[in-house]
């Protein structure tokens, strides 16, 4: 059962930009979704997935220092999606991206993989 799908990756020059989307599937996911401060995360080859921001249900954000004033993270509630905004995209923002609750309590998704060289 399908409840997280990212989408928007690709590749793309340093200094360049790239919009992702997460979209929760299922009535539980949403419901989960609903009361849940929602999280991006990445993983580079050979490293830990990483917290990357999150967007409370007030739309309050937090974000990594290495991505801030970079990316902007928002959440469409109406339509179960969270967003992630990535400008100024620089080599080692190269990873896959994945959505997820703050407390990771959804079933992962597949990510979308985002990949930035010259």
């Known amino acids: 059962q399908v409840q997280l799908v990212e989408s928007g990756g690709g590749l793309v020059q340093p200094g360049g930009s790239l919009r992702l989307s997460c979209a929760a599937s299922g009535s539980m996911s949403r419901g989960i979704f609903d009361k849940s401060a929602m999280t991006w995360y990445r993983q580079a080859p050979g490293n830990q997935r990483e917290w990357v921001a999150h967007v409370a249900r007030s739309g309050s954000t937090v974000y990594i220092d290495s991505v801030k004033g970079r990316f902007t993270i928002s959440r469409d509630s109406a339509n179960y999606t969270v967003y992630l905004q990535m400008n100024s995209l620089k080599p080692e923002d190269t990873a896959i991206y994945y959505c997820?609750?703050?407390?990771?309590?959804?079933?992962w998704g597949e990510g979308t993989q985002v990949t930035v060289s010259s």
């Open positions: 997820n609750t703050l407390l990771q309590s959804l079933n």
